[in-house]
């Protein structure tokens, strides 16, 4: 096995080309050392990105935040800005794994990953977030929500690799949330999940929303009636049902050892519910610039 | 497979070692280094019996190379005491009966260590999730987190 | 000395909390465990283990392995012996398996070479023709006429009649009159329950390092609960005398009782014999999970039969346990344990032991008893709640005492059993206020403790201070408590003391940590050892001052005239005596080498409130209070200890810890991920009060802390989380699926 650790771009995505297949991406590598270690991958070679400008950097761009691919969580969670407008990406990306596990884990890695349980990506995706892939041919976006196109496939072709996260702008009578479940407190891998993101209208009512949905189906799913269910309410009773109804009809979840199909469907119902609340609490605090 | 040759710092002073690209900075340490306080396991990132600090943060060294060290700032449970003196959190550990197999123990030191120098009053729900990544099974955590709390307050006052 | 009649009240050591002397060690990273334990030349052995769950094994082929340059050795079960012995066999089967392998996880060749990727590069090479079997992995489904059969005619005597071909063994006990006492109630319970095994969890992985020269002579380190037992499997696996295998414990990262046995340790040995260097082997976490012992999963009924003022009529409990794939009694202990707290007129347990193709179960904590104890004080509880009475009030109202002939048979003597359900009656936590969807749950638990072989050194240094030597591996701060029981014997400073835990060669035998044993039994042999030193001290003295040896009396750390017609002398301090002993004789020393009784039971009693979220069926643990006997706590810090890591083990068991097999038989949650031990998060503060009802069995009154507090958790859990939620739960663990299918059922 050999370790490379590229000082650019370019000469980052020239290695992987050339090794397609072999070579493996390291981040925080709190995912990569756990399938090297269990015998599930052995890569002939390690592609170390830490040392590739920006690529640590929280940096503003058009109103929002580009969050480079080996920004760990804790750093995420440090930034003021990053807290203030993307509460839920930023609450989401710390609750991967342990306080030492946030010290290196990232989301870049966590989507990449390509899992449906992922802890940062319903969040993401309920925030629009884009991702910034480099490859042979320069850079292009991927919007979050089409990157990943199966239990562990994404839109990366040869040679490219995801350099950055942007959160974009929002209004400022806005904002998100993210919760999941898990059997205990903490160090466990989402059960289900769900991440809102709302923008309020002058009149208090949600104008525009995303609600995306974790651990219920081969990968996260964004799920546009949810979003519609409570576009146009203020979360009153009858919005919040028809929330918790369409997340339901949109779990296709399955049995195994972290919980049963009726469980997932039915948590993750409670769980949107909650985080819409949530988010809608966190806007019109935002708002009026009063606490809820 | 060939060697990479890294210069870090270990606990303040300048260290190098040689490892395979795939050896993790937890077998550098224990192997290479001869440091075995940071202990394995699970080799999975679920225990933080290996809690190192790196560059200020804290990792489980299972999960990083050891080749990333080249440069960092490394800190274990062995650096913890300057010379005959304790630091407070092993002092308070000791007295307070914070450890009963003591496998946990200098992950959980290292990882309390990192918490008070963030936040020197922390509340007891605060203590719990920031150790939530290193399991002990002896305790019941229950001793561990007063411990920290003697260990805060004795630093707070020093 | 007539111990009964003469139990000590006044210390001065025992009872304070020193700090442990192994304790810089353990915060500064110098303590060495298994892992930390390297000799020069060794090398790395690893283990090939079996993907199926029940499978013949055709052949093996290693010449491959065998051919890959690094490669020192290779090892199957062909390289051992067969014992004679049955029970040995089957620790050696487990270690490597013969002819079939038996779970998934089962070992079935090992390799040494000269690092870790030689080996695992020859672990791939080694060819296993295996013809996969039918598997059973569910106790009652292996319990059934034709079920697979794990092992052909493994039944032990006690097996009667009509059982299927996997049960091994059957118990029974009670007494009385079962139909008249179910004739007198005026309400009986029937219920049905199980319980999923689960892990000791101990953080560190088994390790070892064997050293086995060519004359035969070898040595062993590694860590376990038992050098001596170590030692007597090994020799017995490798065909070695007991005397040429020196084994070492270094010290150990958590046991709980998984490490009572050997896994790895013979399998070292062999491949060193074989390699003719040392081999060190550690186990990876998923190899812990997959193949060193769980404890056992029960299938249970209990039926209960009260009177609507709160009397228990008569009782009877059918135990189905299964510890794997090889014979194992843990079933005993459970029918013995399930009613030890109640004083009844008629009662009856049975028990069932099945094979199934899971791993060997290893003892855990209190083996066989928590599960037993669950669903007895979960139907107690029912019974409570339906007559609508206190469910302590109903505790104590039946509760077994001295005097009582307990539902095993023995009668007990003074137990603490009242004192702890009356501490939990008048302690605040049981009258505080509860919310919505929270719940109280309390229950009973109990253990025996053991006794057992132990031998202790112990030397009058000339400097005026002490060494003991003992051999039982301190896992929770016994070489504390050993220190201050031989400082407060001899009446000196504990500071002067020094307890250093010794290899299998330097005293007699002494049994594995287990049972609650050491701080008893070992603290008896350390004051009686301290006893013949001080018997040998006021001999010397005697002789300095000429006058009789029964004229010297021992008080505070001296020897002194017994009373004036003794003669009129200056004391002499334990220090003055061993500064001159070279002149008055020689070395002084004590020993004391004993097969320890009088164990002393234990209770305790636990309080539980939870609230249980109705729309996730997430349980939170909001506030534990452990009442126990510890008969006298030599060090209150470590019997606290005690309580409250046995309380979070049982925590765990309730709500999230359990083996999960897969329809192919395959552990599915070999890892700290999904095999839920409590996180600091998980819990609350533990807390805890200590009684203290003196042992009549020991000099001090100690009676053995570590194994009743994970008894009661489970009931506790099941009975607070079932009167938050309005619907009784009958299963472990209580996992939130479960939970809020029985909400959502209850609507």
Redesign the interface.
């Known amino acids: 096995m050999q370790y490379m650790k590229p000082s650019t771009a370019t000469e980052a995505s020239d290695i992987l080309a050339r090794n397609e297949g072999a070579a493996r991406i390291l981040g925080g590598g709190t995912d990569l050392l756990v399938q090297m270690r269990s015998g599930m991958i052995e890569p002939e070679m390690i592609v170390d990105i830490k040392h590739l400008d920006g690529i640590t950097d929280i940096t503003a761009e058009d109103g929002g935040l580009r969050i480079g691919a080996a920004v760990s969580g804790q750093r995420l969670g440090e930034h003021e800005g990053a807290r203030a407008m993307w509460p839920g990406v930023v609450e989401a990306c710390e609750l991967i794994g342990s306080t030492q596990i946030q010290g290196r884990c990232t989301m870049a890695g966590n989507l990449c990953n390509g899992g449906p349980a992922a802890d940062s990506v319903p969040a993401m995706i309920a925030a629009a977030a884009v991702a910034r892939i480099e490859g042979p041919k320069g850079a292009r976006d991927c919007p979050v929500e089409e990157f990943v196109t199966g239990p562990g496939k994404t839109v990366l072709g040869k040679g490219e690799f995801v350099s950055s996260i942007f959160l974009p702008a929002r209004p400022k009578a806005a904002s998100d949330a993210y919760l999941r479940f898990i059997p205990r407190t903490e160090m466990d891998i989402a059960v289900a999940s769900a991440g809102v993101n709302i923008v309020l209208a002058d009149d208090g009512t949600i104008k525009s929303a995303r609600v995306a949905l974790g651990a219920v189906g081969p990968k996260v799913v964004l799920v546009a009636d949810a979003a519609d269910a409570i576009i146009g309410s203020k979360l009153e009773d009858p919005a919040i049902t028809a929330l918790v109804r369409a997340c339901e009809a949109a779990a296709s979840p399955i049995d195994d050892k972290r919980g049963t199909v009726e469980f997932r469907t039915t948590v993750v119902g409670v769980l949107a519910k909650r985080a819409a609340r949530i988010a809608m609490d966190r806007a019109q605090e935002n708002a009026t610039g009063e606490k809820t | 497979m060939k060697n990479i040759h890294v210069s870090t710092t270990l606990n303040g002073d300048d260290a190098e070692f040689v490892c395979a690209p795939e050896e993790t900075l937890l077998d550098a340490l224990r192997n290479r280094l001869g440091l075995s306080g940071a202990k394995e396991g699970c080799g999975t990132g679920d225990c933080g019996a290996c809690t190192v600090e790196m560059d200020g943060r804290l990792v489980c060294s299972c999960l990083v190379l050891g080749a990333e060290a080249q440069g960092a700032q490394i800190k274990t449970v062995e650096g913890m005491a300057i010379g005959e003196a304790l630091h407070p959190l092993q002092q308070a550990f000791i007295d307070h009966a914070a450890l009963q197999c003591g496998i946990c123990t200098p992950g959980i030191l290292v990882a309390a260590k990192n918490l008070l120098e963030r936040n020197p009053d922390p509340t007891d729900t605060e203590i719990r999730y920031w150790l939530a990544g290193n399991l002990c099974r002896c305790t019941g955590y229950d001793k561990i987190i007063k411990a920290v709390q003697i260990a805060a307050a004795d630093m707070r006052g020093a | 000395m007539n111990f009964q009649s003469n139990t000590k009240a006044n210390f001065k050591v025992v009872g304070t ?1 020193v ?2 002397p ?12 298994g ?2 334990f390297n000799v020069p030349g060794m090398q790395v052995g690893l283990i090939l283990r079996s993907p199926h769950a029940h499978a013949t094994i055709n052949s093996i082929d290693t010449s491959k392995a065998t051919a890959l340059p690094g490669v020192k050795a290779v090892v199957t079960s062909a390289d051992l012996g067969v014992p004679e012995d049955e029970s040995l066999r089957d620790v050696q089967d487990n270690c490597l398996a013969r002819g079939k392998v038996l779970y998934d996880g089962h070992a079935v060749a090992a390799v040494a070479a000269k690092d870790m ?1 030689t080996a695992k590069a020859a672990l791939k090479l080694i060819k296993v023709d295996y013809t996969p079997l039918p598997h059973v992995t569910d106790v009652d489904a292996a319990m059934k006429l034709d079920a697979p059969v794990v092992q052909e005619a493994r039944a032990d005597e006690s097996v009667p009649e009509g059982c299927g071909p996997n049960v091994t063994h059957y118990c029974e006990f009670g007494h009385g009159d079962l139909e008249s006492g179910f004739g007198m109630a005026d309400l009986i319970l029937e219920r049905s329950f199980t319980t999923a095994a689960t892990h ?6 088994h390790a070892c390092v064997a050293s086995y020269g060519t004359d035969d002579k070898a040595d062993l380190w590694c860590t376990t609960q038992g050098q001596y037992f170590v030692r007597d499997l090994c020799s017995g696996i490798l065909g070695i005398e007991g005397s040429q295998l020196r084994v070492t414990a270094s ?6 009782g998984g490490k009572t046995t050997v896994f790895i340790e013979p399998v070292a040995l062999a491949l060193s014999r074989k390699a003719g260097r040392p081999v060190k082997i ?1 186990m ?3 190899d812990v999970f997959r193949a060193t012992g769980p404890t056992v999963s029960s299938s249970m009924d209990v039926r209960i039969g009260m009177t609507k003022d709160g009397r228990i009529t008569a009782a009877e409990a059918k135990l189905r346990y299964q510890g794997g794939a090889f014979p194992c009694g843990t079933v005993d202990m459970g029918a013995q344990a399930a009613f030890a707290a109640y004083d009844l007129k008629a009662v009856r347990t049975q028990g069932w032991n099945a094979l199934t193709n899971r791993p060997k179960e290893a003892a855990y904590r209190a083996p066989g008893a928590p599960m037993a104890i669950y669903a007895v004080e979960s139907v107690v509880d029912e019974l409570c709640q339906q007559l609508d009475l206190d469910p302590l009030d109903v505790r104590i109202l039946n509760a077994a005492d001295a005097g009582t002939k307990s539902s095993y048979g023995p009668t007990f003597d003074q137990i603490g059993l009242m004192a702890t359900l009356e501490a939990a009656k008048e302690h605040d936590h049981y009258h505080a206020p509860l919310g919505e969807n929270q719940g109280r749950g309390l229950s009973c638990g109990f253990w025996f403790n053991f006794g057992g072989n132990t031998s202790v050194s112990l030397a009058i240094n000339s400097d005026g201070t002490v060494s003991v030597t003992e051999g039982n591996p301190d ?3 016994s070489r504390a408590s050993i220190s201050m029981m031989a400082a407060e014997e001899l009446g000196v400073a504990y500071e002067k003391v020094r307890t250093i835990i010794t290899d299998t060669s330097s005293l007699g035998q002494n049994d594995v940590t287990d049972g609650s044993r050491v701080t008893f039994a070992v603290g008896l042999a350390t004051i009686k050892a301290a006893r013949a030193a001080i018997r040998v001290m006021c001999g010397r003295v005697a002789k300095i001052w000429g006058i009789d040896e029964d004229a010297v009396v021992w008080e505070d750390g001296a020897a002194k005239p017994s009373g004036p017609n003794a003669g009129d002398f200056e004391p002499m301090t334990l220090a003055d005596i061993a500064a001159i002993s070279s002149e008055t004789g020689g070395p002084i020393a004590g020993h004391h080498e004993v097969n320890a009784e009088g164990a002393g039971v234990s209770f305790g009693v636990h309080l539980a409130d939870v609230e249980v979220d109705p ?4 349980t939170k643990v909001l506030r534990y209070t452990v009442f126990q006997d510890a008969g006298k706590a030599v ?1 209150p ?2 019997v ?2 005690q309580m ?6 049982g925590i765990g068991w309730a ?2 810890e359990e083996y ?1 097999y897969g329809d192919d038989g395959r552990l ?2 070999a ?4 095999y ?8 609350p ?2 807390d805890t009060v200590i009684l203290e009802i003196p042992n009549p069995g020991h000099p001090y009154g100690v009676r053995g802390v570590g194994e009743t507090p994970i008894v009661p958790p489970l009931a506790a859990l099941s009975n607070a989380v079932s009167r938050a939620i309005g619907v009784r739960l009958h299963e472990l663990p209580m ?3 479960k939970i ?2 029985a909400v ?1 059922a209850k609507g």
């Open positions: 909390r700090p442990r192994d304790g810089v060690d353990k915060v500064t990273g110098r303590a060495l465990y892992a930390d990727a000791q969890g101990y953080i560190e992985p010290e150990i990262g958590g046991g709980f550690v990876s976490r998923v896992i929770g701060g729309e996730t069926g997430a060090h810090d470590y606290e200890g409250q890591g046995g309380a979070a083990q709500l999230n999960i599915q949650n890892g700290f991920l999904d839920r031990i409590p996180v600091a998060s998980d819990l503060n533990i996992s939130p699926p809020l299918k959502m």
